[in-house]
């Protein structure tokens, strides 16, 4: 193998930077060429690319987002721009693809590579921690940090006024972010999709607990599909309860700021681990990390199967809300 690539593609997550970093260093120090796909996807169908230095990674891991930037693109669900991709690959003389994102990107790499007689591995990078395969993604930790030191701020002004705050996190159709950041944050009530919420029962709690004294209370909501659910929630509560109550949206606040420790180390190891695979001849696998220790897996197994709330968390949020 002389010569790989590496793309990033969907929504970017803190620690991208430190695979990028990593799967660049690796290559070299075996006599890899590394070259870096621009914009994900579409960069394979425009030809956008620079090639990668030991001194073009540098000073990056600390950084949130991706240098190699990332886009959506509709054009490579189709065979004509996946065709551009393999040709463009090609005339680069590239012997291996990874791919760094999520469910989505795994997608497209396994269409590619079931076309395309290219090696192609995935790495595990998304907020959202809803990938098969894997116990933690890239960027999973920051955001749930960011999410926990956004409730620790709150709870100040909500204590101040007494008041009930509604926080929305991240993650899609998972509540892998809201359930971790609201046992961290200490919320009252949690609100995941893997778990019907109850809004009666919920009022009833709170107006129990203000009887009691407590004047304030956090609440933590997945995202989930419904635009709006937040304030829907929000709205039902007030009625039933008779507090006031404010909404505050996380939103793509929690992809930035610089990685925490643990995703620096995460991604820098799935990095290596990645080019490893290649090396050893896998292929159309993500690399992941499982009772820590490697696992590669099939790109069907990942995107088919889905990963499961750890009801052991589900029961700590019951004794302690």
């Not at 620079?50 to 189709?78: A, F």
């Not at 050893?280 to 499982?290: A, C, D, I, K």
């Not at 590669?296 to 750890?310: P, T």
Request: a neutral charge; charged letters at 25%; one cysteine or more.
């Amino acid at each position: 193998m002389k010569s790989i690539a590496i793309l990033t593609s969907g929504g970017d997550a803190p620690g991208m930077n430190a695979a990028i970093r990593s799967i660049t260093r690796t290559a070299l120090a075996n006599n890899i060429k590394v070259y870096g796909i621009e914009r994900g996807f579409s960069g394979l169908v425009y030809e956008e690319y620079v090639e990668l230095e030991r001194h073009s990674v540098s000073n990056i891991i600390q950084r949130g987002g991706t240098i190699l930037k990332s886009s959506r693109c509709d054009e490579w669900r189709t065979p004509a721009g996946r065709q551009k991709g393999a040709r463009f690959l090609e005339k680069l003389g590239v012997a291996g693809l990874i791919g760094i994102g999520g469910d989505g990107t795994f997608k497209g790499l396994y269409h590619f590579s079931e076309e395309y007689d290219i090696p192609v591995i995935g790495i595990p990078g998304t907020i959202d921690n809803d990938i098969y395969g894997t116990d933690m993604t890239i960027g999973y930790d920051t955001a749930v940090n960011i999410g926990v030191d956004a409730i620790d701020k709150i709870r100040d002004t909500a204590d101040s006024h007494d008041r009930l705050f509604l926080i929305e996190v991240m993650g899609r159709n998972s509540g892998f972010i809201a359930l971790n950041v609201g046992i961290g944050g200490g919320a009252e009530e949690i609100i995941i999709p893997e778990q019907e919420a109850n809004v009666d029962d919920i009022a009833e709690r709170l107006f129990e607990g203000r009887k009691k004294g407590k004047t304030s209370s956090i609440i933590v909501v997945a995202e989930g599909d419904d635009e709006g659910k937040s304030y829907s929630i929000a709205n039902k509560l007030k009625r039933l309860s008779g507090m006031e109550y404010r909404v505050v949206i996380l939103g793509h606040i929690q992809r930035g700021g610089s990685p925490t420790a643990f995703d620096r180390y995460l991604g820098s190891f799935l990095g290596s681990e990645a080019v490893f695979g290649l090396i050893n001849g896998h292929s159309h696998e993500m690399v992941g990390l499982v009772k820590n220790k490697v696992k590669f897996s099939k790109f069907s197994e990942v995107w088919n199967k889905k990963k499961n709330i750890d009801q052991r968390l589900l029961r700590l949020n019951y004794y302690l809300s």
